[in-house]
């Protein structure tokens, strides 16, 4: 069973709209939840992160959404550009643990320009 | 900073060969951590090293894969007698001290013909 799951494996939006990017996970003690960027040929990136303690963070056009109750999280990329096309993984861990990040299947986005 | 150096990007073998993977982390870095990651299991953890020392080696399959960190400037990741299904891209990543956030190399790219 997953613990990190992404509901979508690829998504398509247009320049200028906003991506929304899908997360939930199973373990609740999970506390730590960071995004990282993969570009084809390159290792992933961090991206945003958020602690469970909080249930928003921005960062620019990219903002992350997180609902404890429900165990899910989003990521919104606002205004999207077609340089934003890339893998989006969601993670997890618990930071008070082996901090081994256990990362969802990622979601390919692109941007149509 | 040249960024988590993993060498070589790409490796060919044949099964049943041996296959060693390098991995040099960011100075200064204290965490080190190996993934593999393939288009159908995605990202998966293999093991982690903290401060030279092994930390958590629950994602290693038990047979043929090993890894070490003899120094504090590199790791190392073998595989014993390959089989096609090692086939895939081998992330090293590494961590500040007192941080979750992983900066991955670049990856090698494993193909066990």
């Known amino acids: 069973q997953q613990q990190v799951r992404q509901s979508s494996q690829s998504l398509t939006v247009w320049e200028g709209e906003t991506a929304i990017l899908n997360c939930s996970y199973e373990n609740s003690a999970f506390d730590y939840f960071p995004w990282y960027q993969q570009f084809p040929g390159e290792g992933p990136a961090l991206l945003i992160a958020i602690r469970s303690v909080s249930d928003k963070k921005e960062d620019g056009r990219f903002t992350i959404f997180f609902n404890k109750r429900e165990k899910n999280l989003s990521l919104h990329i606002k205004d999207s550009q077609p340089g934003d096309s890339a893998t989006y993984f969601c993670?997890?861990?618990?930071?008070?643990?082996?901090?081994?990040?256990?990362f969802g299947s990622g979601t390919q986005l692109t941007v149509m320009p | 900073n040249a960024g988590v150096i993993q060498t070589p990007r790409h490796k060919v073998t044949g099964k049943g060969q041996e296959a060693t993977l390098w991995c040099e982390p960011i100075s200064g870095h204290s965490a080190v951590f190996w993934y593999r990651q393939t288009i159908v299991q995605g990202l998966e953890f293999l093991t982690y090293?903290?401060?030279?020392?092994?930390?958590?080696d629950s994602g290693m399959p038990k047979e043929r894969f090993s890894a070490q960190m003899p120094n504090q400037s590199h790791s190392t990741l073998k595989i014993q007698s390959t089989q096609p299904q090692d086939s895939a891209v081998y992330l090293c990543?590494?961590?500040?001290?007192?941080?979750?956030?992983?900066?991955f190399g670049h990856g090698t790219k494993l193909s066990v013909l």
């Open positions: 993670a997890a861990t618990l930071s008070s643990g082996s901090w081994q990040l256990i």
């Open positions: 090293f903290r401060n030279q020392a092994p930390i958590d």
């Open positions: 990543a590494s961590s500040p001290p007192s941080s979750e956030r992983l900066f």
